[in-house]
């Protein structure tokens, strides 16, 4: 959508999280993969499938 309506991306500020509280010996394990995917696989994905628009090398982009 972004490319279509503004021809390129310039930025990208790649930003998600979530965290569960409690003690990690007692984390289920679906609650640790959840948090992986998360935090690290999503914002990995965006990157992925935002490399092919952003114009280099005035573009930035910047995970948080």
């Known amino acids: 959508e972004v490319v279509s309506q503004f021809g390129s991306l310039d930025v990208l500020v790649n930003n998600a999280g ?6 990690f010996e007692t ?3 679906k609650a640790h993969q959840r948090t992986i995917n998360i935090n690290v696989n999503n914002t990995a994905f965006v990157k ?3 490399v092919n628009v952003l114009i280099f090398p005035q573009s930035f982009c910047m995970t948080v």
Do not use: E, P, R
């Not at 979530?18 to 003690?23: E, Q, R, T, V």
């Open 18 to 23: 979530i965290l569960y509280s409690g003690a």
């Open 27 to 29: 984390t289920d394990i």
């Open 48 to 50: 992925v499938k935002s």
